[in-house]
Protein backbone atom coordinates (compact mmCIF):
# COMPACT_ATOMS: atom_id res chain seq x y z
CA UNK A 1 0.00 0.00 0.00
CA UNK A 2 1.61 3.81 -1.15
CA UNK A 3 1.07 6.78 0.25
CA UNK A 4 -1.93 9.09 -0.58
CA UNK A 5 -1.49 12.03 -2.64
CA UNK A 6 -0.59 14.87 -0.14
CA UNK A 7 0.20 12.78 2.29
CA UNK A 8 3.36 13.69 4.92
CA UNK A 9 5.00 10.93 6.23
CA UNK A 10 7.54 10.03 9.17
CA UNK A 11 10.17 7.15 9.42
CA UNK A 12 10.30 5.50 13.17
CA UNK A 13 12.72 3.47 14.95
CA UNK A 14 12.01 1.60 18.11
CA UNK A 15 8.27 1.84 16.85
CA UNK A 16 6.91 -1.18 18.48
CA UNK A 17 6.97 -0.02 21.73
CA UNK A 18 7.13 3.10 23.99
CA UNK A 19 7.87 6.52 22.94
CA UNK A 20 8.30 5.29 19.05
CA UNK A 21 4.45 3.56 19.44
CA UNK A 22 2.56 6.53 20.97
CA UNK A 23 4.58 9.34 18.29
CA UNK A 24 3.27 6.61 15.42
CA UNK A 25 -0.02 6.70 16.93
CA UNK A 26 -0.33 10.25 17.20
CA UNK A 27 1.26 10.76 13.65
CA UNK A 28 -1.62 9.02 12.44
CA UNK A 29 -4.23 10.52 14.02
CA UNK A 30 -2.88 13.63 12.71
CA UNK A 31 -3.49 12.21 8.97
CA UNK A 32 0.41 11.00 8.61
CA UNK A 33 1.53 7.89 6.60
CA UNK A 34 4.01 5.85 9.35
CA UNK A 35 6.96 3.83 8.69
CA UNK A 36 7.07 1.83 11.85
CA UNK A 37 10.20 0.16 12.25
CA UNK A 38 11.36 -2.20 15.29
CA UNK A 39 13.21 -5.72 16.13
CA UNK A 40 10.10 -6.35 17.62
CA UNK A 41 7.96 -7.81 14.39
CA UNK A 42 5.23 -9.03 17.10
CA UNK A 43 4.60 -5.42 18.12
CA UNK A 44 5.00 -4.09 14.80
CA UNK A 45 2.56 -6.33 13.63
CA UNK A 46 0.02 -4.88 16.83
CA UNK A 47 0.76 -1.49 15.71
CA UNK A 48 -0.26 -2.59 11.80
CA UNK A 49 -3.27 -3.80 12.88
CA UNK A 50 -4.33 -1.04 15.10
CA UNK A 51 -3.84 2.17 12.73
CA UNK A 52 -4.53 0.07 9.31
CA UNK A 53 -2.16 -1.52 7.07
CA UNK A 54 -3.17 1.11 4.41
CA UNK A 55 -2.14 3.59 6.84
CA UNK A 56 1.36 2.33 7.49
CA UNK A 57 4.51 0.33 6.06
CA UNK A 58 6.03 -1.98 9.14
CA UNK A 59 9.52 -4.22 9.03
CA UNK A 60 11.88 -5.43 11.35
CA UNK A 61 15.06 -3.55 11.02
CA UNK A 62 18.52 -3.85 13.15
CA UNK A 63 19.46 -0.45 13.53
CA UNK A 64 23.34 -1.50 13.94
CA UNK A 65 23.17 -3.22 10.50
CA UNK A 66 23.59 -0.43 7.94
CA UNK A 67 22.55 -2.35 4.88
CA UNK A 68 19.40 -3.39 6.94
CA UNK A 69 18.87 0.19 7.49
CA UNK A 70 19.50 0.91 4.09
CA UNK A 71 17.03 -2.22 2.93
CA UNK A 72 14.09 -0.27 5.79
CA UNK A 73 14.83 2.95 4.14
CA UNK A 74 13.99 1.80 0.25
CA UNK A 75 11.37 -0.25 1.30
CA UNK A 76 9.66 3.03 2.98
CA UNK A 77 10.68 5.11 -0.16
CA UNK A 78 8.84 3.02 -2.21
CA UNK A 79 5.74 3.51 -0.75
CA UNK A 80 6.24 6.89 -0.46
CA UNK A 81 7.48 7.73 -4.14
CA UNK A 82 11.05 8.37 -2.19
CA UNK A 83 9.79 11.23 -0.15
CA UNK A 84 10.13 11.36 3.53
CA UNK A 85 9.31 14.52 5.38
CA UNK A 86 10.42 13.16 8.70
CA UNK A 87 13.25 10.69 10.08
CA UNK A 88 12.40 9.85 13.80
CA UNK A 89 15.62 7.96 14.79
CA UNK A 90 14.56 6.72 18.47
CA UNK A 91 15.48 3.19 19.09
CA UNK A 92 17.50 3.48 21.84
CA UNK A 93 19.15 0.79 25.01
CA UNK A 94 20.12 1.14 28.22
CA UNK A 95 22.36 -0.66 31.01
CA UNK A 96 22.26 0.26 33.97
CA UNK A 97 25.03 -0.07 36.74
CA UNK A 98 28.36 1.56 37.70
CA UNK A 99 31.16 1.58 34.96
CA UNK A 100 33.28 -1.44 35.97
CA UNK A 101 30.04 -3.39 36.95
CA UNK A 102 29.00 -3.08 32.95
CA UNK A 103 30.94 -5.49 30.44
CA UNK A 104 32.76 -3.93 27.72
CA UNK A 105 30.20 -6.02 25.14
CA UNK A 106 27.51 -4.41 27.34
CA UNK A 107 28.22 -0.82 26.52
CA UNK A 108 29.45 -1.38 23.50
CA UNK A 109 25.91 -2.65 22.20
CA UNK A 110 24.83 0.57 23.85
CA UNK A 111 27.12 2.49 21.34
CA UNK A 112 26.13 0.45 18.76
CA UNK A 113 22.56 1.18 19.03
CA UNK A 114 21.98 4.54 20.61
CA UNK A 115 24.60 6.70 18.19
CA UNK A 116 25.84 4.35 15.42
CA UNK A 117 22.05 3.35 14.97
CA UNK A 118 21.66 7.23 14.57
CA UNK A 119 24.51 7.55 12.04
CA UNK A 120 22.97 4.59 10.03
CA UNK A 121 19.52 5.90 9.97
CA UNK A 122 20.80 10.03 8.99
CA UNK A 123 23.33 8.18 6.31
CA UNK A 124 20.51 6.16 4.94
CA UNK A 125 17.64 8.81 4.73
CA UNK A 126 19.62 12.00 3.72
CA UNK A 127 18.60 11.37 -0.06
CA UNK A 128 15.03 11.02 0.87
CA UNK A 129 15.25 14.18 3.14
CA UNK A 130 17.04 16.19 0.49
CA UNK A 131 14.18 15.24 -1.41
CA UNK A 132 11.11 16.37 0.30
CA UNK A 133 10.68 20.37 1.13
CA UNK A 134 11.02 20.92 4.72
CA UNK A 135 12.15 17.56 5.65
CA UNK A 136 12.97 17.08 9.00
CA UNK A 137 15.73 15.21 11.11
CA UNK A 138 14.67 14.31 14.54
CA UNK A 139 16.56 12.36 17.29
CA UNK A 140 15.56 10.76 20.47
CA UNK A 141 18.38 12.37 22.86
CA UNK A 142 17.64 12.42 26.16
CA UNK A 143 17.91 14.81 29.86
CA UNK A 144 21.09 12.22 30.52
CA UNK A 145 22.52 14.87 27.58
CA UNK A 146 22.68 17.65 29.96
CA UNK A 147 25.50 16.34 32.34
CA UNK A 148 26.49 12.90 32.50
CA UNK A 149 24.85 10.57 34.43
CA UNK A 150 26.13 8.42 36.76
CA UNK A 151 25.17 4.62 36.27
CA UNK A 152 24.03 5.19 33.03
CA UNK A 153 27.59 6.41 32.32
CA UNK A 154 28.07 4.91 28.35
CA UNK A 155 24.29 5.54 28.36
CA UNK A 156 24.52 8.82 28.82
CA UNK A 157 28.02 9.40 26.53
CA UNK A 158 25.57 8.36 23.54
CA UNK A 159 22.74 10.62 24.18
CA UNK A 160 25.83 13.42 24.61
CA UNK A 161 26.90 12.31 21.33
CA UNK A 162 23.92 12.99 19.64
CA UNK A 163 23.25 15.95 21.04
CA UNK A 164 25.91 17.25 19.60
CA UNK A 165 25.45 15.73 16.42
CA UNK A 166 22.14 17.57 16.43
CA UNK A 167 23.80 20.86 17.13
CA UNK A 168 26.41 20.39 14.19
CA UNK A 169 23.71 19.04 11.15
CA UNK A 170 21.40 21.65 12.34
CA UNK A 171 23.75 24.06 10.45
CA UNK A 172 25.30 21.91 7.95
CA UNK A 173 21.87 20.60 6.74
CA UNK A 174 20.55 23.91 5.90
CA UNK A 175 22.34 24.00 2.96
CA UNK A 176 19.31 21.39 2.14
CA UNK A 177 16.62 23.00 3.82
CA UNK A 178 16.04 20.19 6.04
CA UNK A 179 15.37 20.86 9.89
CA UNK A 180 17.40 19.42 12.68
CA UNK A 181 16.28 18.93 16.36
CA UNK A 182 15.92 16.33 19.03
CA UNK A 183 13.99 15.57 22.23
CA UNK A 184 15.66 14.85 25.54
CA UNK A 185 12.98 13.30 27.91
CA UNK A 186 13.40 12.60 31.27
CA UNK A 187 12.06 9.82 33.15
CA UNK A 188 9.63 8.50 30.74
CA UNK A 189 7.31 5.14 31.82
CA UNK A 190 8.39 2.69 29.06
CA UNK A 191 9.88 -0.70 29.02
CA UNK A 192 13.61 0.57 29.08
CA UNK A 193 13.24 1.40 32.82
CA UNK A 194 14.14 -1.34 35.50
CA UNK A 195 10.38 -2.29 37.13
CA UNK A 196 9.12 -0.33 39.97
CA UNK A 197 11.39 2.78 38.62
CA UNK A 198 8.19 4.69 37.25
CA UNK A 199 6.00 3.65 40.73
CA UNK A 200 9.10 4.59 42.86
CA UNK A 201 9.33 8.28 40.85
CA UNK A 202 8.73 11.40 42.43
CA UNK A 203 5.59 13.08 41.57
CA UNK A 204 6.21 16.26 40.38
CA UNK A 205 9.71 18.11 39.25
CA UNK A 206 12.06 17.45 36.48
CA UNK A 207 12.14 13.95 37.31
CA UNK A 208 8.85 12.55 37.52
CA UNK A 209 7.59 10.28 35.26
CA UNK A 210 6.18 11.23 32.36
CA UNK A 211 4.05 9.04 29.92
CA UNK A 212 5.51 8.39 26.00
CA UNK A 213 2.56 10.26 25.10
CA UNK A 214 3.94 13.16 26.09
CA UNK A 215 7.12 12.95 24.13
CA UNK A 216 5.11 12.10 20.76
CA UNK A 217 3.48 15.35 21.81
CA UNK A 218 6.83 17.06 21.32
CA UNK A 219 8.00 15.14 18.32
CA UNK A 220 4.68 16.26 16.58
CA UNK A 221 4.95 20.04 18.11
CA UNK A 222 9.03 20.55 16.66
CA UNK A 223 8.19 19.37 12.96
CA UNK A 224 6.56 22.95 13.18
CA UNK A 225 9.00 24.77 14.40
CA UNK A 226 12.50 25.58 14.28
CA UNK A 227 13.32 24.98 17.88
CA UNK A 228 16.55 22.76 18.60
CA UNK A 229 16.51 21.17 21.79
CA UNK A 230 12.73 19.90 23.35
CA UNK A 231 12.60 19.14 26.73
CA UNK A 232 9.96 16.96 28.30
CA UNK A 233 9.06 18.22 30.77
CA UNK A 234 10.74 21.73 30.34
CA UNK A 235 12.16 21.53 33.36
CA UNK A 236 15.00 19.61 32.21
CA UNK A 237 16.17 22.75 30.28
CA UNK A 238 16.88 24.33 33.55
CA UNK A 239 19.29 21.29 34.31
CA UNK A 240 20.80 21.66 31.14
CA UNK A 241 21.58 25.33 31.53
CA UNK A 242 23.12 24.72 34.74
CA UNK A 243 25.61 21.91 33.44
CA UNK A 244 26.59 24.98 31.02
CA UNK A 245 26.96 27.75 33.85
CA UNK A 246 28.07 25.58 36.41
CA UNK A 247 29.33 21.86 36.17
CA UNK A 248 30.85 21.62 39.39
CA UNK A 249 27.84 22.79 40.98
CA UNK A 250 25.95 20.33 38.62
CA UNK A 251 27.60 17.75 39.68
CA UNK A 252 27.41 17.95 43.31
CA UNK A 253 23.42 18.36 42.70
CA UNK A 254 23.47 15.02 40.59
CA UNK A 255 25.02 13.14 43.32
CA UNK A 256 22.00 14.42 45.59
CA UNK A 257 19.50 13.47 43.60
CA UNK A 258 20.71 11.28 40.86
CA UNK A 259 20.34 7.58 40.54
CA UNK A 260 23.51 7.20 43.22
CA UNK A 261 21.97 9.83 45.65
CA UNK A 262 21.26 6.62 48.10
CA UNK A 263 24.93 6.10 48.35
CA UNK A 264 26.31 9.57 48.71
CA UNK A 265 23.49 10.01 51.29
CA UNK A 266 25.01 6.59 53.12
CA UNK A 267 28.64 7.87 52.52
CA UNK A 268 28.52 11.02 53.62
CA UNK A 269 26.60 9.62 57.41
CA UNK A 270 29.30 6.82 57.40
Known amino acids: MGIADGCQ ?121 KATKNSMCFTTSSSSATYGMPGIAVYSATKHAVKGLTEALSIEFRLYGIRVADVLPGLIDTAILPEGTAANAPKEGMFRAIPPSEVAKAVFEAYGSNQLHWFVPPEIGDLDKAAGNDPEGTRDLVAKIGPLADFFKEEAGS
Open 9 to 129: SIFITGAASGIGRATARLFHEKGWFVGAFDLNAEGLASLEQEIGSQNCVTRRLDVTDKADYDNAIAVFSAATDGKMDMLYNNAGIGTGGLFDMVSLEDSLRVVQVNFIGVLHGIYAALPLL
